[in-house]
Structure formats: structure tokens, C-alpha cells
Nanobody
Framework: QVQLVESGGGLVQAGESLRLSCVAS????????MGWYRQVPGKQRELVAQ???????TYADSVKGRFTISRDSAKKMVYLQMDSLKPEDTAVYYC?????????WGQGTQVTVSS
């Protein structure tokens, strides 16, 4: 079991930056993938970025070059640095980890970008 808590969301203007953080507790040694998803009302939750134990990263095309995912070596924290934010980045952002084939989610943090 893993528990996840996100922080760092908020209201910013277009072009500004935010950094999201997610702290994991519990059976963190067995986490294989850490990542961020986002969801807006009426749409499916979508992958924003993820990072594997080997450090391989994956990004949604819409955020490439603007967002950067990172994690600490102990796998306790995963971060999402979001630069050059756009109004279309407005969503609830969720931290997700994969542990022995099961997915665990945080409670989400709201990011709102005004134009």
C-alpha cells in the first residue's frame, strides 16, 4: 500500500510557473513508476508525465518543452515543474504511482491558469 499527497497547485496567470509535489508513504521501495495525470470536468483523466525507476521519462505532446518531471532517489517524492503555463493547462492534477502492477492515486490538486 502507498499513500500519496499532492501539493503546489494554485491560480496563476498565463506564462507563469508552478511546481507540484507529491510525497509518497508506505511501501515506497516497490514503486516502479511515478507520474502525473490531469483531468477537467467531462473529460477523461490524461497522462501529463511519468518517470520510471531507470529515469526514463514520458510526456504528453501538449506539455513537452514546458513541463519537467523529476523524483528523488529514495522515491519518496515526485515533482512536476510547469513553466509557460497556458489556460488549457487548467485541471485537477493527480499524482499516480505503480506498485507491483497496481495503481495508486493522490487526492488531486487544482491548477488554474488565467488568460
Amino acid at each position: 500500500q502507498v499513500q500519496l499527497v499532492e501539493s503546489g497547485g494554485g491560480l496563476v496567470q498565463a506564462g507563469e510557473s508552478l511546481r507540484l509535489s507529491c510525497v509518497a508513504s508506505g511501501d515506497i521501495a516497490s514503486i516502479s513508476v511515478m507520474g502525473w495525470y490531469r483531468q477537467v470536468p467531462g473529460k477523461q483523466r490524461e497522462l501529463v508525465a511519468q518517470i520510471t525507476n531507470s529515469g526514463r521519462t514520458t510526456y504528453a505532446d501538449s506539455v513537452k518543452g514546458r513541463f519537467t518531471i523529476s523524483r528523488d532517489s529514495a522515491k519518496k517524492m515526485v515533482y512536476l515543474q510547469m513553466d509557460s503555463l497556458k489556460p488549457e493547462d487548467t485541471a485537477v492534477y493527480y499524482c499516480r504511482v505503480v506498485l507491483r502492477g497496481s495503481m495508486y492515486w493522490g487526492q488531486g490538486t487544482q491548477v488554474t491558469v488565467s488568460s
